[in-house]
């Protein structure tokens, strides 16, 4: 294999069906965080966002009083979101629409930045003193549907992802950097 050879990346339907079902989940939560006051109850544009009712309600990151006591994460963690779903369409594209072999790269470093945020956003949560979603909050069902469940399943699919591309991108590095036997001993001969 030599140095200009291009290989066509491996295609995972299950990682691109992943990428593709949460942008726009992504992208609604980022626009309601950044677009703030706009998207929150009052704003001219609540239309768009009228789905975070609940959130407003239990999580104080997402709620008016966040907002105005400037708790800089939520907007941090929605500038990280517009980076991350941009790597993971960048992979899309990458691999099904105009192939490279680099694409493993973006969706390995986009999955990798989700997974980071999301651990984060955990031990945040944990280091405050449960200062945000916990605070206060007594019903486990709700604590298990809107802050949990969602966290296991970024965290679970966002593992899986980095390790599979993790793998694909160790390959192709030792494919690429393992000299073949006679090369190896061309060198020591000449050193």
């Known amino acids: ?15 691109a ?17 950044l677009m703030r006051p706009r998207s929150m109850e009052g704003g001219d544009l609540r ?13 104080n990151v997402y709620s008016v009083k966040g907002y ?3 708790a800089g994460f939520a907007p ?18 990458r691999v099904y629409i105009s192939p490279r072999n680099t694409a493993p790269i973006f969706g390995f470093a986009g999955a ?13 949560e944990h280091f405050c003193g449960r200062c945000s979603y916990f605070a206060g909050r007594t019903d486990f069902q709700e604590t298990l549907k809107f802050w949990i469940a969602p966290n296991v399943v970024w965290f679970t699919f966002c593992s899986l992802i980095v390790a599979r591309l993790g793998r694909d991108i160790a390959s192709s590095l030792n494919a690429y950097g393992t ?5 190896a001993n061309k060198r020591v001969h000449n050193e």
């Not at 990798?112 to 945040?124: D, E, N, R, S, Y």
């Open 112 to 124: 990798g930045l989700t997974l980071a945020k999301t651990t984060i956003w955990v031990l945040q």
């Open 68 to 70: 105005h006591d400037k």
């Open 17 to 33: 069906l992943w990428f593709l079902i949460t942008a726009p989940i992504i992208l609604w939560d980022a626009g309601y965080v």
């Open 179 to 183: 000299p073949q036997p006679e090369q």
């Open 47 to 59: 239309w768009l966002w009228s789905g975070f009712d609940t959130y407003e309600r239990i999580d």
């Open 1 to 15: 294999m030599t140095s200009t050879t291009i290989m066509a990346p491996k295609k995972y339907t299950w990682i």
């Open 76 to 93: 941090a963690a929605a500038v990280s979101n517009l980076v991350e779903t941009s790597l993971n369409l960048i992979y899309i594209y």
